[in-house]
Structure formats: C-alpha cells, structure tokens
C-alpha cells in the first residue's frame, strides 16, 4: 500500500463542488408537496465574502460542532460547514477535560489544556518531536487543517453562552502565556464567524455519544438562563481520520437539509399567510422545530452507518 | 426593499457595536424601539424580536440594567403577542416566538420589578396580560411556537415558587422567586401565585403523563423542567415521580419507522440524561435508588428494543397453512415410492438375472431400507426388538409377503442356474449400488453353495500368461545400462561423502559399525550406503543359475564372463569403481577398502566352501589387494606409516605377494623407515605371517644395503639374529679379503 489509509490524504477541498442543498431541497419538496415555493435562489446560497455584510434576507441557522477533544471531528465538520457554498455560521467544542492527541504509544498521549493553547503551538511542538511519526498517523496534517479553521481548541463546559464573541479570545484577553503569539488571535479570524457574533447558536451537532449525554447535562446544569431552545444532534463518528471524512459531509448535508427547512419555515410565514400564534390549525403549517424529527429520519435513512440522537434543549 | 435592507444594514451595525460594548445595550435598544414597532414591516419586527430576546438573555448585560431597560419594552412586546387583538391581524409567528422568548426573560425582571415598587400596578397588568396571552395560546400553537411557551410556563412556576433565601440581607443578590415577595403584597399575593404555579406546573407535567408522542414537546418539557427540580425544593419530588412513572418506550412497538425510533431514542436518552442529572447535583436519599433503578431499566430496555432491528415479538415460524410443506410432500413420495402404504401394497418384481439371497427377500423399493445391514444392530437389541415387531405386524400382510418370496424362489428355481462368471459380471452391472450391494460377494457364494452341482458346463479354465520375452539387450546397451547402474550407485556414494563432510563430527546417531550391520539399512548415512556398496560389489559373484562346476572351471574370471555373454563385466566395472572411489581420497577412505576387502575376503571364503575347495583359494581377494596396494604404493609419504600399517594390518589376509612389494618399497631410502615399522608391527601383532614378515626383513637386509641399518637394529636383532651374526663373519670376511685385496 503507498500510503497509510488513516492518513489523510490532502487538505481538503476548500468548496465541495457538489452541491447538496439542491438535493435536500428536492426530497423535501417531494415529501412536502411544497413544490411551488422555492426554497432558495441561487444568489441567496452564495457565501459572503470576507468584509461584506451578509444578505440580511437570507436566513442562515448557526451551528456548532463537537467532538472529545475538538481536534478531529468536530474541526473536520467546522471546516465542511464553513467552507461549504452555502457557508453557516459555526463554532466548535471538545467536551473532554483535556485536548489529547495520539502520542507515540497509547499510555503516552499528548495532552493539552482547552482554551490557550493553539493548534499552531501543537503543531509546531510535534514537528520537533517527530515529524515522521506524526506526519504518517495524520496528526500534523490534522493541526495544519486545524489553525487554518480557528486559532484552538475550546472547551464546551467553558463556554460562555450568550457572551458576545468578538474581538480578541478571553485566553489572550487575560494575558496568559499565550498573550506572545496569541495576540492576534481574534474571533473573527475563525472560519464561519459570521452570524456567531452574539455567541449563540441553533444547532448543536455532537459527534459522539459521550459528548451528546455531556452537552445534555451541562445544558441542563446551567439551568438555561436564556429561554433559547436548541437542537442538540447526535451523529456517531468514530474517531479516526476517515470516519470524520465521512461524518464531516453527513453532518453538512444534515445541516444544509436542516437549513432549507428553516428557510422554508421562514419563507411561508414571511411571504403570504399570516398564520401566527392564534392560528387554530397548527398541523397546517409546521414550523422548523417540527420537522427536525422528520428531516432527522430523512437524513437517518441515507445515513444508517451513523446513528443519530436529538433533543431539545434550552440555552 | 433596498431601503428595508439598509435598515436592517444599519441595525445589525447597530448590534455589533452593542456586542463589542455591553455598556451600550441600555441606549441602543431604546434607539432601535421605534424602527422595529408594530407598525414596521414584519422584517423588522423579525429582526426586532430577535434582537430583543437576545438582549434579556444576553449574560453581559447585568440584572438591574436588564430590569431598567425592560419597563420600557414591555408595550413593545405585548404588541407582538397581541397584535390580533390590537390590530386585527395575525402575527408573524418568528416574532412571535421571539417575543415570547424574550417574556420568559422578561417575567423575573418585572416580578422583582413589582416586589419593590408595590404602587406601580401598570406595569405588572402588562406582564399579565402577555402571559395569560401566552397561557391561552400554549396548547393550540405549533411546536415551534409551544416548546417557547413552555419554557416560558416553566420560568413562571420558577418564579412563583418559593426558593432558597441565600441571604436575606441582601435581596438583590438572591435569586428572584415567590420568597421574596412579602406576604401582604397588593399587587402580587404570594398566595396566590403559588397556586398558579402548581396548577401551570400540572400543566407542564401533563405532557410527561399523557405519554404524548411528540419527541419535540417531551425533550423540551424535559430540558426545561430540569431548573424547577434542581432550584425549587417544594415542587421537585412531585416533579421526579412525574418523570420516573415516564416512560417513552411503551410507545416502541414492532412497526416502528424511522422517525419514530429516532423520536423513542431521543426521548429515552434525554429522559436519562435529565434522571442522570437529577442524581449528579442533589441528594435525595429517598428517591436516588429509585432514579438510579429507572436509568438502568430504561437503558436495558432501550438496548432490548433497538439492539437487533428486531421487532418486539419474534415473528411466527413460516409454516404453509395447508399441511403440504415441502418436507412432508417428500415423505409422501418416499412411501408412495417404497410401496410401504398399505394401499398401494405392491411388492416389486425381481430383477432380470440371477438375484442375491438378499434380493430374493427385498420387498421394497427404498434404497435406504433395502442396503441396511441388520448386522449393525446389536444382537441383544434385535432379540429384543423381534418379538414384539412380530406381534405388531398385520397376519395377512406377513402372509402376503412370504407368499411373494415363496414364489419369487420357486420363479428362481425354474430358471437356469447361472454360472461363476455370469454371476460375477452381474455383480458389476449397470445398476450396481453400493448400498444394495452390501455382503453381496458372500451371499453370490452362498447362493451357489445351495446350487445343483454343476452339470454339462464348459470347463473353465484360466490360461497361464506369459508376457512376451524382452528383445535381447545389445551390447552397447548392455555397457550403457552397466555404466548408468555404476552411476547411480556412485553418485549417491558421493552425495552421501558430501553431507557427512557438511555435517562434520557432529553425527549423532551412534550405528551399528563393519560386519554387523544390516546392509539393508543402507542409504541414509555414507557407512550404510558403503556396507551396500560392497555387498552389492561382492555377491554377484553367487549366481543363482550357476552350477557350482562353472565356478570351478571360470577360476578368476568366473562371474559374468561365462556363457558368452561378452566382455561387459558389471562386478567388474563396480569393482574399478571402487577402487578409484578409494583412490581419489585413499587416506581418508582407508576403511572403506578395509570393509571392501573385508567383503571380498568373505565372499571368496564362503565360495571356496560352497566348492567344497581342499585348500582355501581367495582369487578376487588377493588380485584386488594386491592391485589396490601397487596403486598405493607410489603416494605413500614417509608419514603415511600409519595409514600402511593400518591397512596391513586390518585386512584379513595377507598374500605372500605382499612382502614383494615392501620389499621394492624399501628401495626407497626415504620410504625405508616405513617399511621397516609396517614389518616391525606385523612380526609382533600379526604372528600367522611373522615368518613372512621376517623373511622379508631379511631379504631386504641383505639385498639393500641402504636399509641395513635400519631393518637389521629394529627386526634381525631379535627376530633373526643368526643372521646378523652371519653376516658379521661374512663381513669379517669380506674385509679380510679387501685387506688382502
């Protein structure tokens, strides 16, 4: 074999070509029977470009990814989301206690703190180590994908929710050691910042089960001061260079589907009947909660290999 | 519509700033009332919403500033929950669930709000009147809308509920609930609220009892009652024996789809995840074994019912309603085939041809029944088995079938008896099957033994066989097939020297050495193959057809070379085979010649007795010595002593020629030494040729005076001194004459 099947094999693809929100908004509008309200044109699906305001009419849903360490697959999906052409507004979260990466042996893993180190500091530190080790098992080449998305990992648990994410990181703010090289290091450079100003998000997208029951309970610890309800997704990924390859364009077309739905929500209730909160019929027009569950199975369906899990939840 | 996006350019930049600076909220949500009021286009109203649920949620915005800002805002707000009754038309439903958001962030504030400002009844009857808006919308209203209502249900019943007073000199650092509310309030009686609250709280828990199967209503439900238990220590355990009596898989059945399972799953984990909680942050001592018992069974039952994509139930076996599946339909065939149904009773005829006695008692068709020999039964069980089958069998059907034997053999009977080799070519007919076939052999002869004698037969008779004589080898074959034999023999010889060199001394089988070894054992190891080397080399002198006279007259000659069958000698060829074999490593193959020559002596000893010889003759032992020793001779070295001696003195006999040859050896005055310790060793360990020994000693010492010296000090001296003395007077002699010479 030429080369390590876990090794990943490029950087990947900055704009997948294909675009699967046609092919969501099809099914939809085949289940619907909706066909004659398009879900979105062509131009509102196009991604801002750096320092341009976004398209006020057009509805984006924001999204955040998490995974154990917030190296692999939740960075993996960030990138996919972000970089995908219609680009959501996403950030990303690792529920473990520490960011742990593969060392030489597996009771010698590399560990670092969440939230002031930076994905450069890895990266440059495994370099020296050993770059031939870390090349082959693709964590170099993960970190390289990795500081290129956002500065570094953040810890779920120490997520301010609602605190505004702009200017400069807190770990920086603080002046901690990382002040030197991370003084540069703003919100804004992240990939998907746009939209994730407020520190607020629609979806969460866990990538493990372990990480779901985390975000479930440290969501329900803190009480969910802000009356914001959430959806909080479960997709199984195991945690390798491949399967996060894969869980990366399942979760985007999950996203993108979960996206045309919210859109449509919005359009049918902008564009003409006024079915508000005194409507009687409320099975008529569902709103986009409702159909998470059916966009899930939906979604479920051509994603067996990744069992999913969903709850609602507050902020 | 270009004006309307600069509008919402303008807010959204609006919003940044007040992201980038907290401090700014106060002024900003004043600043943007009038651009997002009832009257705006539902964009901004949208936007508006929107921007004010985030600002009452937002954390950096501190409680009190939050509680300035909200008094203003509240006509805003009621104007997106009422926009029906105040303006005749519907809401857009975005703002209104936003707006409702933002109420549930709202209510604490002005419920603290009216604590300390008793007199200000305005602003509590706007708070009212959007919630019992909300209130009276909550069960009719999509799902987006009702998860909104209920969470904003649940923050009321946390506010109406009395909490924990952390410190009640200082009201505004505790959180805001009933307890702070004094007992004789005007606007808000404690009393009274309180009961609102446990009925909105049943309310809530409904969903949970009602087993509703709206994953979107439970899990939210769920998620949001998790505060109440944790915060409101007098609602928590009705609360908890709410969710433990929940369980969302008795809405699992067998036709469960995809959304379901997910909707099931989802419900029983979030479920879980909230018991789990519960367990993690608070201490009940009655109901934590409780809590922990139900984790454990949903989780078991969640594994049972999702853990094969099996149905609940295992399906009916596949069984045909008719009775007529494929296996019984066989059965049927089979005993329609074997003819054991009593209604089709028809026994099938004999074959054509002579039959076996046990063909003559087959009375049925299948295969099976027929080859099976009783005999693998045990005689004790076929005691046993007899008498009761017998009772059991149908007289008349016992008659029937030895009626059909009886005449089956009297049919035989009138029939030809067929012959040994008729028998036997039926026997490997075309229908032969080995199953019927079983014991056939004995009972074919059984069969004949009970069979007339023969009578008026041809004689059969098997004609003796003779293959046709070979076409007489030529002599070139003759040489060739000589040579290849010599070859073979040889080739392995040295195949065999070669591995024993490679294995060096490390030979660790110890074997049976010389004589007494079976050559028949030979082949694996080199002495193996040598003992059948010689053997091989030795015995074919004994011909079988030979007359013993023939013997007599060939003389040396003898073996081969009789009856005309030309020069080809193979004896003879291996022979010189040999003896290069030896000679192309004489020191070393030394006792290969010994065994050799052992061999040889023994085949002519045991010849000379089958002649009956008066007097031993050894021809080939003697010639092949003799020749062997005069192919040594020239490469004998002054240090091969112990090589001559050991030759000379290990076969087992010495021909007087011998001596003749030491003798010219000695005229070799380097070589003298050695052969005056080869005749020194024979005189003293070999006494049957002593006398040749010496005399040979003697002959040298007076035919070489170079070997005088040496042959005269060591032998003469004591085995035949006389002749020294003799010769000293011949000296004597000798100098008397040359004096007088």
């Not at chain 2, 909680?277 to 201490?283: A, F, S």
């Not at chain 2, 054991?340 to 046990?358: D, F, H, I, K, M």
Request: charged share 25%.
């Amino acid at each position: 074999m030429a080369s390590d099947p876990r090794r990943r094999p490029a950087p990947p693809p900055p704009a997948p070509p294909t675009p699967p929100a046609a092919v969501a908004d099809s099914t939809i509008m085949s289940l619907d029977g909706t066909t004659d309200t398009p879900p979105r044109t062509n131009g509102q699906q196009q991604p801002p470009k750096p320092g341009e305001e976004p398209d006020p009419t057009s509805y984006k849903l924001k999204f955040c990814t998490v995974c154990a360490s917030n190296n692999n697959r939740s960075m993996e999906a960030h990138l996919r989301l972000t970089t995908a052409t219609n680009a959501y507004p996403t950030i990303s979260f690792g529920t473990g206690s520490l960011v742990r990466l593969p060392g030489p042996s597996i009771s010698q893993p590399n560990v670092y703190t969440f939230n002031n180190t930076s994905y450069e500091s890895m990266y440059s530190e495994l370099l020296a180590k050993d770059e031939r080790l870390y090349r082959a098992n693709g964590i170099l080449p993960m970190l390289e994908r990795n500081k290129n998305v956002k500065w570094g990992p953040e810890r779920w648990q120490d997520w301010h929710i609602g605190v505004p994410r702009t200017g400069k990181r807190i770990a920086t703010q603080d002046g901690t050691a990382e002040s030197s090289n991370g003084a540069e290091a703003e919100y804004k450079n992240d990939k998907g910042y746009l939209g994730t100003e407020s520190g607020i998000v629609d979806i969460v997208i866990t990538c493990e089960e372990r990480c779901w029951d985390a975000v479930l309970d440290d969501l329900l610890s803190r009480g969910s001061p802000l009356n914001r309800p959430v959806h909080v997704f479960n997709v199984d990924i195991k945690d390798n260079h491949e399967e996060a390859l894969i869980g990366g364009k399942a979760i985007l077309e999950l996203a993108d589907e979960l996206n045309a739905a919210a859109g449509q929500a919005r359009q049918e209730e902008g564009g003409g009947g006024m079915n508000g909160f005194d409507a009687g019929d409320a099975s008529a027009r569902a709103g986009f909660d409702e159909r998470v569950p059916e966009v899930l199975a939906r979604w479920q369906e051509r994603w067996p290999q990744l069992p999913a899990l969903w709850s609602l939840c507050w902020f | 519509m270009s004006d309307l996006r600069d509008t919402i350019k303008q807010l959204n930049s609006a919003r940044e700033l007040a992201l980038k600076d907290p401090a700014l909220y106060p002024q900003i949500v004043s600043g943007v009332q009038a651009v997002i009021g009832p009257e705006r286009p539902v964009e901004l109203r949208r936007w508006g919403a929107d921007f004010l649920a985030e600002s009452f949620a937002s954390p950096v915005v501190s409680a009190e500033e939050k509680q300035r800002m909200c008094l203003g805002m509240l006509d805003l707000l009621k104007s997106y929950l009422n926009r029906k009754e105040e303006r005749g038309e519907e809401e857009d439903w975005n703002v209104v669930k936003s707006a409702v958001q933002c109420a549930a962030s709202v209510y604490p504030l002005v419920f603290r709000h009216t604590i300390s400002n008793a007199d200000d009844k305005e602003t509590w009857a706007k708070m009212a009147s959007m919630k019992s808006s909300i209130l009276r919308r909550m069960d009719t209203a999509p799902g987006s809308m009702r998860i909104c209502c209920i969470k904003f249900v649940a923050r009321v019943v946390q506010v109406q509920t009395p909490g924990l007073i952390a410190d009640p000199r200082r009201p505004e650092q505790n959180e805001t609930s009933l307890a702070l509310v004094p007992r004789d309030h005007a606007i808000i009686p404690p009393s009274n609220l309180e009961a609102e609250a446990s009925g909105l709280l049943d309310r809530l828990l409904g969903v949970l009892q009602d087993n509703i199967p709206d994953a979107l209503i439970i899990t939210a439900t769920l998620n949001a009652l998790s505060p109440l238990v944790a915060k409101r220590a007098s609602i928590s355990p009705k609360i908890l024996s709410t969710v433990l009596s929940y369980n969302p898989l008795t809405l699992a059945n067998a036709k469960m789809e995809g959304k379901d399972k997910i909707a099931i799953k989802s419900m029983t984990r979030t479920t879980m995840s909230f018991l789990n909680n519960v367990l993690k942050r608070t201490q009940h001592p009655a109901l934590g074994p409780r809590i922990h018992q139900q984790v454990e069974r949903l989780r078991h039952s969640l594994t049972e019912v999702f853990s094969d994509q099996n149905p609940l139930k295992r399906p009916a076996p596949d069984e045909p309603t008719d009775g007529l599946s494929d296996d019984k339909r066989q059965k049927l065939d089979r005993d329609a085939e074997a003819g054991t149904t009593p209604l089709q009773q028809q026994y099938p005829p004999l074959p054509p041809g002579p039959v076996s006695l046990a063909q003559l008692f087959t009375l049925t068709n299948d295969r099976a029944a027929a080859g099976f020999h009783v005999e693998a039964i045990p005689q004790h069980f076929v005691a046993q088995l007899v008498p009761p089958l017998l009772a059991s069998i149908d007289p008349t059907q016992l008659d029937a079938a030895i009626n059909v034997v009886r005449a089956r053999y009297l049919e035989i009977q009138r029939q030809p008896p067929p012959t040994v080799v008729q028998t036997s070519g039926e026997e490997e007919d075309d229908d032969y099957d080995p199953m019927t076939g079983f014991g056939d052999a004995e009972q074919a002869a059984n069969q004949i033994d009970q069979l007339p004698p023969l009578q008026g037969q041809p004689e059969l008779a098997i004609a003796s066989f003779h293959l046709p004589p070979p076409p007489p080898l030529t002599e070139h074959e003759r040489a060739e097939y000589s040579e290849t034999a010599k070859e073979r023999l040889f080739g392995a010889l040295q195949r065999l020297d070669d591995e024993a060199r490679r294995q060096g001394k490390k030979q660790g089988v110890e074997r049976e050495k010389g004589f007494n070894r079976l050559a028949a054992t030979g082949g694996e190891d080199r002495d193996g193959w040598i003992a059948l080397l010689t053997r091989l080399v030795t015995r074919p002198t004994f011909d079988v057809n030979q007359e013993n006279d023939n013997i007599k007259q060939e003389g040396d000659e003898r073996s081969l070379t009789k009856k005309g069958q030309g020069t080809i000698d193979l004896p003879k060829i291996l022979r010189e085979a040999f003896h290069r074999y030896i000679m192309d490593d004489w020191r070393r193959r030394i006792d290969v010649a010994i065994a050799w020559l052992n061999e040889e002596w023994y085949a002519d000893r045991l010849l000379s007795k089958q002649r009956e010889d008066e007097e031993l003759s050894l021809p080939n032992y003697t010639h092949l010595t003799l020749s062997l020793l005069d192919s040594l001779i020239p490469y004998l070295d002054i240090s091969d002593t112990r090589h001559l001696i050991r030759f000379l003195s290990e076969i087992p006999h010495l021909p007087t020629e011998i001596f003749s040859r030491i003798e010219k050896l000695a005229l070799d005055p380097e070589r003298v030494q050695l052969c005056t310790q080869t005749l020194l060793y024979l005189i003293m360990l070999r006494p049957p040729v002593r006398e040749g020994a010496v005399d040979c000693a003697e002959r040298i010492w007076r035919g070489n005076a170079d070997a005088r010296a040496s042959v005269g000090g060591k032998i003469l001296s004591k085995w035949r001194p006389d002749v020294l003395v003799e010769a000293e007077e011949g000296k004597l002699l000798g100098e008397g004459v040359k004096e007088e010479g």
